[in-house]
């Protein structure tokens, strides 16, 4: 429409160029032609309500969508039936559990205490909640189950770690890493290397190893004893139950 046949100060609204909504262009352009200012102003301000609401919409899908489909990988692998761990260390020696750790310190061979599990005490934390596999800097950090990576970093006392959500909604928790190869979100198979045996945080100076403890989201009140804190072992696993090596 003609613009010098409008009213003076409706050019504005007849010239927009926001088209979302066809109907409400129309009658701002047909108001625009009878001269009534205050209908056209309406229409245009509906016209960009609309521009607005459109992209909140377009930027809201953009966003869930990817964020659906991570609820979806969590719950799927979270739902998945348990699995034997493999032990998260491959080194040159087969990793094995010791009941005399003295015996085998400073020898080379891979292991972990028998007692390693719950000892008490065990500084701030007061008990120990896993198991500390000790072994040569450098060796091979394994992912014990498949599974998804929740979480990693670096911590003043975890040192690097890494999380990850596996089967039966356990979390894995690796801790004291020289490095992590893996990144957030990924999934990870049985076996795959997810990092390098350190000794990283409030480990530094001390022997190499992997912490490595298992904690279930759904809590197993069977679990809990009489010991220091006994009822966090409704929470925290003993990461044997779920492989079982040979003790010395």
């Known amino acids: 429409m003609p613009g010098d046949l409008l009213p003076k100060g409706l050019t ?3 010239d927009s160029d926001i088209r979302v909504h066809e109907i409400y262009w129309r009658l701002s352009g047909l108001y625009c ?9 309406r ?3 509906r016209l960009r309500s609309g521009a607005r609401n459109f992209e909140y919409k377009k930027r809201a899908k953009k966003f869930l969508k990817p964020i659906g489909i991570i609820a979806l990988l969590f719950i799927i692998v979270g739902f998945l039936p348990s699995t034997v761990m493999v032990i998260p260390v491959k080194s040159r020696m087969t990793c094995r559990k010791v009941a005399k750790p003295e015996k085998v310190q400073n020898t ?7 007692q390693s599990f719950w ?11 896993g198991i500390d596999i000790f072994a040569k800097e450098g060796d091979t950090v ?3 189950t498949y599974g998804v990576v929740i979480d990693k970093g670096y911590g003043p006392v975890s040192g690097n770690y890494v999380k990850i959500l596996g089967p039966n909604w ?9 490095k992590s190869d893996v990144w957030l979100l990924q999934f990870v198979r049985k076996g795959e290397k997810i990092g390098e045996v350190g000794n990283t945080g409030n480990a530094m100076g001390k022997p190499h190893h992997l912490h490595f403890s298992v904690t279930t989201i759904l809590p197993h009140f069977w679990k809990i004893d009489g010991s220091i804190q006994g009822w966090k072992k409704s929470f925290y696993l003993n990461p044997e139950e779920f492989f079982a090596p040979a003790a010395e």
């Open 142 to 144: 394994l992912a014990a």
């Open 170 to 178: 356990r979390i894995q928790y690796y801790a004291h890493m020289k």
């Open 43 to 45: 229409h245009e301000q």
């Open 12 to 14: 504005y609204y007849c």
């Open 108 to 114: 080379g061979t891979c292991y972990w205490d028998a």
């Open 119 to 129: 000892y008490s005490p065990w500084g701030e934390s007061i008990v120990h909640k």
């Open 33 to 41: 032609e009878i001269g009534n200012e205050d209908m056209a102003k």
